[in-house]
Nanobody
Framework: QVQLVESGGGLVQAGGSLRLSCAASGRAFSMYAMGWFRQAPGKEREFVAAINWSGDMTVYADSVKGRFTISRDNAKNTVYLQMNSLKREDTAVYYC????????WGRGRPDDYDYWGQGTQVTVSS
Protein backbone atom coordinates (compact mmCIF):
# COMPACT_ATOMS: atom_id res chain seq x y z
CA GLN A 1 0.00 0.00 0.00
CA VAL A 2 1.08 3.55 -0.75
CA GLN A 3 -0.61 6.55 0.81
CA LEU A 4 -0.42 9.82 -1.09
CA VAL A 5 -1.25 13.30 0.19
CA GLU A 6 -1.23 16.32 -2.11
CA SER A 7 -0.74 19.90 -0.97
CA GLY A 8 0.04 23.30 -2.43
CA GLY A 9 -3.12 24.05 -4.33
CA GLY A 10 -4.91 27.37 -4.10
CA LEU A 11 -6.16 30.43 -5.93
CA VAL A 12 -3.76 32.19 -8.28
CA GLN A 13 -4.08 34.78 -11.00
CA ALA A 14 -3.50 33.89 -14.62
CA GLY A 15 0.20 34.03 -15.39
CA GLY A 16 1.13 33.09 -11.84
CA SER A 17 2.79 30.00 -10.42
CA LEU A 18 2.10 27.26 -7.91
CA ARG A 19 4.06 24.26 -6.73
CA LEU A 20 2.16 21.15 -5.79
CA SER A 21 3.66 18.51 -3.54
CA CYS A 22 2.68 14.90 -3.08
CA ALA A 23 4.00 13.17 0.03
CA ALA A 24 4.08 9.38 -0.02
CA SER A 25 4.14 6.88 2.81
CA GLY A 26 3.95 3.13 2.97
CA ARG A 27 5.82 0.89 0.60
CA ALA A 28 9.12 2.04 -0.92
CA PHE A 29 8.33 5.23 -2.78
CA SER A 30 11.33 4.94 -5.07
CA MET A 31 9.89 1.73 -6.54
CA TYR A 32 7.11 3.64 -8.26
CA ALA A 33 6.88 5.84 -11.28
CA MET A 34 4.58 8.72 -10.39
CA GLY A 35 2.09 10.81 -12.26
CA TRP A 36 -0.03 13.92 -11.93
CA PHE A 37 -3.54 14.08 -13.27
CA ARG A 38 -6.26 16.70 -13.12
CA GLN A 39 -10.01 16.80 -13.34
CA ALA A 40 -12.11 19.86 -14.08
CA PRO A 41 -15.85 19.97 -13.31
CA GLY A 42 -17.82 17.98 -15.83
CA LYS A 43 -14.71 16.61 -17.51
CA GLU A 44 -12.84 13.34 -17.40
CA ARG A 45 -9.63 12.96 -15.46
CA GLU A 46 -6.73 13.84 -17.72
CA PHE A 47 -3.03 13.15 -17.66
CA VAL A 48 -0.69 16.02 -16.83
CA ALA A 49 2.81 14.63 -16.30
CA ALA A 50 4.72 11.55 -15.22
CA ILE A 51 8.19 10.76 -13.94
CA ASN A 52 10.05 7.48 -13.78
CA TRP A 53 11.27 5.90 -10.55
CA SER A 54 14.72 7.53 -10.65
CA GLY A 55 13.56 10.94 -11.81
CA ASP A 56 15.65 11.11 -14.96
CA MET A 57 12.80 10.66 -17.40
CA THR A 58 9.64 12.73 -17.66
CA VAL A 59 6.68 13.06 -19.98
CA TYR A 60 4.08 15.81 -20.27
CA ALA A 61 0.70 16.44 -21.81
CA ASP A 62 0.93 18.83 -24.74
CA SER A 63 -1.29 21.31 -22.92
CA VAL A 64 1.27 21.84 -20.14
CA LYS A 65 4.56 21.22 -21.93
CA GLY A 66 6.97 24.08 -21.36
CA ARG A 67 4.94 25.45 -18.43
CA PHE A 68 4.86 22.59 -15.91
CA THR A 69 7.74 20.61 -14.47
CA ILE A 70 7.48 17.33 -12.59
CA SER A 71 10.24 16.27 -10.25
CA ARG A 72 10.80 13.98 -7.31
CA ASP A 73 12.95 13.65 -4.22
CA ASN A 74 13.15 10.00 -3.24
CA ALA A 75 14.94 10.85 -0.01
CA LYS A 76 11.87 12.85 1.02
CA ASN A 77 9.31 10.49 -0.52
CA THR A 78 7.85 13.43 -2.40
CA VAL A 79 6.94 14.27 -5.97
CA TYR A 80 6.40 17.84 -7.11
CA LEU A 81 4.61 19.67 -9.88
CA GLN A 82 5.89 23.17 -10.56
CA MET A 83 3.26 25.07 -12.53
CA ASN A 84 4.20 28.32 -14.24
CA SER A 85 2.34 30.65 -16.60
CA LEU A 86 -0.95 29.31 -15.31
CA LYS A 87 -4.05 29.71 -17.43
CA ARG A 88 -7.74 29.65 -16.54
CA GLU A 89 -8.05 26.30 -18.29
CA ASP A 90 -5.60 24.83 -15.77
CA THR A 91 -8.30 25.13 -13.11
CA ALA A 92 -9.00 21.64 -11.78
CA VAL A 93 -8.49 19.27 -8.91
CA TYR A 94 -4.98 17.88 -9.21
CA TYR A 95 -4.16 14.33 -8.18
CA CYS A 96 -0.92 12.49 -7.80
CA UNK A 97 -0.81 8.77 -8.41
CA UNK A 98 1.60 5.84 -8.20
CA UNK A 99 2.00 3.65 -11.27
CA UNK A 100 1.35 -0.06 -11.04
CA UNK A 101 4.69 -1.91 -11.19
CA UNK A 102 5.20 -3.29 -14.69
CA UNK A 103 2.82 -0.86 -16.38
CA UNK A 104 4.17 1.40 -19.10
CA TRP A 105 4.90 4.60 -17.24
CA GLY A 106 4.63 7.11 -20.10
CA ARG A 107 1.18 6.25 -21.48
CA GLY A 108 -0.72 8.56 -19.17
CA ARG A 109 -3.62 6.17 -18.63
CA PRO A 110 -5.37 6.54 -15.24
CA ASP A 111 -6.11 2.81 -15.25
CA ASP A 112 -2.36 2.13 -15.05
CA TYR A 113 -2.15 3.80 -11.64
CA ASP A 114 -2.96 1.88 -8.48
CA TYR A 115 -2.73 4.50 -5.75
CA TRP A 116 -4.21 7.97 -5.69
CA GLY A 117 -4.18 10.95 -3.40
CA GLN A 118 -7.28 12.86 -2.39
CA GLY A 119 -6.55 15.77 -4.69
CA THR A 120 -5.83 19.46 -4.26
CA GLN A 121 -7.82 22.26 -5.86
CA VAL A 122 -6.10 24.70 -8.20
CA THR A 123 -8.12 27.71 -9.30
CA VAL A 124 -6.74 30.19 -11.81
CA SER A 125 -8.53 33.51 -12.07
CA SER A 126 -8.33 35.97 -14.93
Amino acid sequence: QVQLVESGGGLVQAGGSLRLSCAASGRAFSMYAMGWFRQAPGKEREFVAAINWSGDMTVYADSVKGRFTISRDNAKNTVYLQMNSLKREDTAVYYCAALRPGAAWGRGRPDDYDYWGQGTQVTVSS
